[in-house]
């Protein structure tokens, strides 16, 4: 009796499944449900976020957390290496706890900075980011070390920069054209006293002696000492100082015409312009090198900074 | 006739205010004012979209300083009649100090100094001049007692009581801005009434705003534990997505145009989920996609059921207002409870204009619907769906690339 009731029991609990098993939503209804319930989905994970924890804990690989700003482990090992001269697992836990200090307030100061604006108004402080900027825009291309066949068309490109300038101690007579005792003398005459005393200058005849004969005097454009030569093309002007360029030490001019009467120059002492050869300046040639790639290198990330700006000009300014 | 009066109060809405709002710009300020005998030190926080609105206006350029000094020219403090000066704060900072509040607030400190300690009025006059919505949620530390307060336009002066501990601002405050936050919406007002244009009984009337009320108290469950906060950037696009959404409905349900409503809309988010996808904005993207997927299941449902479908907007615009004051409240991190009674008054405020607004015109064409049944049914509505559909569109769009 028993087992027939069991039996009964399950044939009318199968009866009530079947419908259940059975029963299917209508086609149009299930699909447009699912799709509802995923738009919304997708949606709301679009629409919304978990709110942003407030850090209480240092995230790994960070040795401290300055206001939600993260101090790395591996700045930490290199500041202590540096700053204490000694590899890191020799710095003793007061040590790492002082530089970890120092690098704390140092955040602080910069997070300062920053509050304070200090890149919008401190010259200082805009000329350090500036040089950082170039720095680091240069840094890939300074990292590649320049080939000798490199320095060396540098060097033949830029050889003026190896040439050290040369001195002269040179001494300017000039014949005024009627001067003091012959009121009516021509610039023919002058001419011919000049090219005479020049004759006897180069003859072996004093300074002295030919001036007072002639009537010479110092003209003053000189110093009396060696002067570099673009210190003399200055005194000197443009039509005198082509000639003394010339003039090797111990040599006298042929008299040159000026605006003030006949010079005569006497070159007494002459250091002749000199150019490094390319294995004695390498050095200078290397630096200057390394600094022209940082300077092309600044040149061209102002260049696509420019092209990305947005720069207006106030009316009447131009840069 | 029904539908054309709501289609002319749709018109009117969106003539009022056709421009579309700065996405995730909450025209809120903070402040924080502690008395402490005859000083007041005050801390302001500003938002760094609002601080922008100023640039060109008050703010020539946006720089702290300026900032600062903006906010030093709009603080002023009076102690029993008399002004009370800011302090020098020493260094090089002078009378506002900047501080670091994080990466979206411009933060600022100023310590006012006064004759005397009694009869405090505190006064903040920044940025209502241009922004007469702007509202500033302010915190009153005196004596260590807390409390909340709000400046509004209305509002730019707090009396601080002497003797007794001041009260914080009341429920009716926080449903008085609810209430204005709904009333200056011109999205979500089309919204609303929009979807009145789906409603063909009064029944149906009661469970649109029931809908809206779910919405609201699930948005409101949903934001006091603080777990999951909105997109802002990302919320008011949904509100023009949603208008277009219920565009796309009214076409569907009363013009018969299967085709244009439940291939069109989600063509067109589809179209610019992919836009998005490649502007590398994958939450932007996910939202459309999703949109999409929304927008193409709602209206194919639609076929089959009639009345639910109008409401799927109606309780998604509920709950997504609902996170409209707490994401404006996350920077004062106030507790829970705070923030629950804070918004729900807000969300009251809301739910109220809503009701009003939706009552007044189904009221007004209660009184009207006898006197003007020959009006052309069909072409009004289709101006109201072109127009629901147009500014819903325009909204997403540019709120999302904005």
């Not at chain 1, 360029?245 to 120059?265: Q, R």
């Amino acid at each position: 009796m028993a087992t027939h009731d069991i039996h009964v029991e399950r044939r009318r609990s199968r009866a009530r499944l079947i419908p259940l098993l059975t029963l299917r939503l209508p086609r149009s209804a299930l699909l447009p449900s699912i799709g509802i319930a995923a738009g919304l989905l997708c949606a709301g994970i679009g629409l919304f976020q978990r709110a942003p924890p407030e850090r209480s804990t240092v995230p790994p690989g960070y040795a401290a957390l300055v206001n939600q700003k993260g101090i790395l482990e591996s700045d930490l090992i290199s500041q202590a290496t540096a700053e204490l001269g000694k590899p890191f697992a020799e710095v003793t836990p007061a040590e790492r706890a002082r530089v970890l200090r120092e690098m704390i307030d140092e955040e602080l100061l910069v997070q300062r900075a920053m509050t304070l604006d200090l890149p919008e108004t401190t010259t200082e402080v805009r000329e350090a980011m500036t040089a950082g900027v170039g720095a680091q825009v240069a840094a890939p291309l300074l990292a590649e070390q320049p080939t000798d066949e490199q320095l060396r068309a540098y060097y033949d490109a830029h050889r003026s920069k190896y040439t050290t300038d040369g001195s002269m101690q040179v001494r300017d007579l000039i014949l005024h054209i009627g001067g003091y005792e012959n009121a009516d003398q021509s610039e023919a005459q002058a001419k011919i006293d000049a090219t005479e005393a020049v004759y006897q200058l180069r003859s072996g005849a004093s300074v002295d002696y030919v001036m007072e004969h002639f009537g010479l005097t110092d003209s003053g454009h000189t110093l009396n000492g060696s002067e570099p030569d673009f210190a003399a093309k200055l005194h000197l002007g443009d039509t005198l100082y082509p000639v003394a360029a010339t003039l090797n030490e111990g040599e006298v001019s042929d008299p040159i015409s000026d605006k003030d009467g006949m010079h005569v120059l006497i070159m007494e002492r002459r250091r002749l312009p000199t150019t490094a050869d390319f294995t004695t300046a390498r050095s200078a040639v290397y630096a200057d090198y390394r600094e022209d790639v940082s300077r092309a290198a600044e040149r061209e990330n102002v260049r696509i900074l420019r092209s990305q700006a947005q720069i207006i000009l106030a009316p009447g300014e131009s840069e | 006739m029904k539908r054309a009066l709501l289609a002319a109060l749709c018109l009117f809405a969106c003539a009022a205010h056709g421009a579309a709002l700065r996405p995730g710009a909450a025209n809120v300020s903070y402040s924080v004012w502690i008395v402490s005998g005859s000083s007041v030190l005050v801390r302001f926080l500003l938002p760094t979209p609002v601080a922008r609105s100023l640039t060109g206006i008050d703010v020539p350029v946006l720089t702290t300083r300026k900032l600062g000094d903006y906010v030093l020219q709009h603080l002023d403090v009076q102690a029993a009649g008399r002004n009370c000066p800011a302090v020098d704060q020493g260094y090089d900072l002078g009378k506002v100090d900047p501080l670091a509040v994080g990466a979206d607030l411009y933060g600022f400190e100023i310590l006012f100094r006064c004759p005397a300690a009694s009869a405090l009025a505190l006064h903040d006059h920044a940025l209502f001049a241009h922004a007469p919505g702007h509202v500033n949620f302010a915190r009153i530390e005196k004596d260590g007692h807390t409390v909340q307060q709000l400046f509004t336009a209305n509002r730019q002066t707090l009396s601080v009581p002497d003797g007794v501990a001041m009260p914080s601002a009341g429920v009716a405050s926080y449903l008085g801005l609810g209430a204005m936050h709904i009333a200056l919406s011109v999205d979500r007002l089309c919204l609303l009434l929009g979807s009145l244009l789906l409603i063909r009984r009064k029944e149906e009337a009661g469970h649109a705003f029931a809908a809206l009320l779910v919405g609201y108290a699930a948005a409101l469950l949903g934001s006091t534990p603080g777990w999951i906060v909105a997109r802002p950037t990302l919320l008011e696009p949904f509100m023009g997505y949603m208008v277009a959404l219920l565009a796309a409905l009214i076409t569907l349900r009363e013009l018969r145009q299967p085709r244009i409503s439940a291939l069109g809309c989600p063509a067109l988010l589809a179209i610019l989920a992919l836009a998005a996808a490649f502007t590398h904005a994958p939450w932007a993207a996910l939202m459309l996609f999703g949109g999409a997927v929304l927008a193409g299941s709602l209206l194919t449902a639609s076929a089959w059921l009639s009345a639910p479908v109008g409401l799927v907007p109606l309780a998604l615009l509920g709950f997504l207002d609902g996170f409209t004051l707490p994401s404006a409240l996350a920077p004062l991190h106030l507790s829970p409870r705070s923030q629950l009674w804070m918004t729900a008054g807000f969300d009251a405020g809301a739910v109220l204009i809503a009701a009003l607004a939706m009552g007044t015109v189904l009221g007004v064409f209660a009184l009207v619907r006898e006197r003007l049944t020959a009006a052309p049914r069909t072409l009004l509505n289709e101006i109201a769906a072109a127009c629901l559909g147009g500014l819903g569109t325009f909204w997403l769009v540019s709120r999302l690339y904005s």
